[in-house]
């Protein structure tokens, strides 16, 4: 093969499909003798924390099967130096969607001083087998879906949402999950220039009528100002005592960028009615500020928008939860800390779900925090908008979850005061002439609206269990107990 141009692609190839195909044969046509690198089952699930449907042994017979395929070889390393180190290729093929993403920047460098040419192909544009997971049910398409309500009401009371996919409350209704960009496409960035890039790559041009979901915080008003001029932003107020109003803060964003304010104001009895129409779509519980989302999405779509851009993430990926991030926990701290509502408090035959936080353990007492925070909790925040926006048919977009730190969270920093602190930088930017907003929760008035309820009736509850309770963790209870009953409807 000397005097032949060798050519050489890898992915996973997971439930085939026309894009890999179309990979396969552009990539062919490009060189004379194509090997094609299967990712093995192991590979996949150390950096996409997934795992695969189809196993390696199915995947790579499937590839080798291929007409323009010439060698099928097991990959168990994303460095391609190692692979070329084995196959001596001249020209390495990937898709035109990781162009300009800094790891193929970087390969691209390492590739041109070993004399290999880095082709990007046309990316076949509607289809990945992360969609044809999601069309077949959120990746729970393959598994064998038990029903376990102990598991699932103890997960949701610990996290708000249940964290085993092959587990569900009720039979052919898988719950759904927020779609989290896998952390290899990621971008890292070391300053406020880089986000402002981020951004602008994600938001221009715009796809079809763009909204924007703004609070009274920095994140979303970052995002606000890069919306065009009178672009729709939406704001929501609940009715109650003891609420946050943030309409004013996010008024004042709107008239910098001259954007149209539009105010949705969210009712005990308009909370209710989304709690119900938002449950079943959920396969499980709503996240307690999932019915304000939710309310909002529906303006949206009735004011003709396609997609909402909305700022969740920076929080997670930039050094926002300032409570979680306070010290160096030990283990067991910090899931008393985090866990909302402990199941033993308030359910008679509470499951054990602590593999939840034991992934997250270090040596013998400590915990990495800091990834259960871009795990777990990203994972449960996140999807109390995006279900919402997915239940009324909305697209959405969070620039921030394209990002991240490219260089380890200076916790220090994050201590002193500065969270987020090239966020911070970037809403000085623009934003100079106004002071950088706290952060916000999305405020609802839960002590107010539960302050009368008597807790819950059924019979898989600890009779008097509310007492001590939160308006929030009583909230938390009361949307379990109510999607329980709705399922038997």
């Known amino acids: 093969m000397q005097d032949k141009i060798i050519g050489f692609t ?112 046309p990316h076949t544009d509607g289809t990945s087998s992360t969609l044809l997971r999601d069309r077949l049910g959120d990746d729970n398409w393959g598994m064998t879906m038990k029903v376990d309500k102990e598991y699932c009401m103890s997960s949701y009371l610990t996290v708000r949402y249940v964290h085993r996919k092959d587990k569900v409350f009720k039979e052919g209704l898988p719950h759904r999950e927020h779609p989290s960009v896998p952390q290899e496409k990621k971008i890292p960035c070391f300053s406020a220039e880089d986000i402002d890039g981020v951004i602008k790559r994600f938001l221009s041009p715009p796809t079809g009528q763009l909204a924007v979901f703004l609070s009274g915080g920095m994140d979303s008003a970052i995002l606000a100002s890069y919306m065009p001029k009178g672009t729709r932003a939406y704001t929501a107020r609940c009715v109650g005592t003891g609420t946050i109003d943030e309409t004013q803060r996010a008024a004042e964003y709107c008239k910098t960028y001259g954007l149209e304010h539009i105010i949705v104001d969210v009712t005990w009895e308009d909370y209710l009615q989304a709690m119900k ?16 989302a939710y309310l909002m999405a529906k303006r949206a779509k009735a004011d003709g928008v396609d997609c909402i851009v909305y700022g969740d993430c920076a929080d997670t990926e930039f050094g926002g939860m300032t409570k979680l ?6 283990y067991d701290g910090f899931v008393e800390r985090f866990t909302f509502l402990d199941p033993k408090r308030v359910m008679k035959n509470p499951a054990n779900v602590s593999e939840i936080y034991e992934a997250y353990k270090k040596g013998k007492d400590g915990i990495d925090f800091i990834s259960f925070i871009a795990g777990p909790y990203a994972v449960s925040a996140a999807g109390a908008l995006t279900n919402a926006m997915d239940a009324v048919g909305l697209k959405f977009i969070d620039p921030y979850e394209h990002c991240c730190l490219g260089e380890p969270l200076d916790l220090a920093r994050v201590r002193s005061g500065d969270s987020k602190y090239l966020i911070r930088d970037l809403f000085r930017l623009r934003y100079p002439n106004m002071e950088v907003p706290e952060k916000l929760p999305m405020s609802r008035p839960a002590d107010t609206w539960m302050k009368d309820w008597e807790g819950p009736h059924r019979e898989e509850f600890l009779p008097g269990c509310i007492e001590g309770l939160t308006g929030e963790q009583k909230l938390l209870l009361f949307s379990l107990e109510r999607f329980m009953d709705l399922m038997e409807v």
């Not at 890999?20 to 990712?39: E, P, Q, S, T």
């Not at 020209?91 to 040419?117: C, H, S, Y």
Request: aromatic share 8%; charged share 30%; with cysteine.
């Open 10 to 121: 890898a992915g996973v190839f997971d439930m085939f499909h026309i894009g890999h195909l179309n990979l396969l044969k552009n990539a062919a046509a490009r060189c004379d003798y194509l090997i094609v690198g299967v990712n093995s089952d192991e590979l996949v699930q150390s950096y996409k924390d997934k795992k695969t449907i189809v196993p390696l042994t199915e995947r790579m017979e499937i590839i080798r099967q291929i007409k323009y395929v010439d060698e099928v070889i097991r990959i168990d390393s994303l460095d391609k130096k190692k692979s070329w180190e084995m196959l001596h290729y001249d020209r390495l093929f990937i898709g035109d969607d990781w162009k300009g993403n800094p790891r193929w920047k970087k390969t691209e460098e390492e590739m041109a001083e070993l004399g290999v040419k880095v082709i990007y192909l």
């Open 277 to 292: 129409e938002l449950a079943l779509h959920d396969g499980s519980p709503i996240v307690p500020n999932e019915p304000q």
């Open 325 to 330: 991030l306070a010290k160096d926990w030990d």
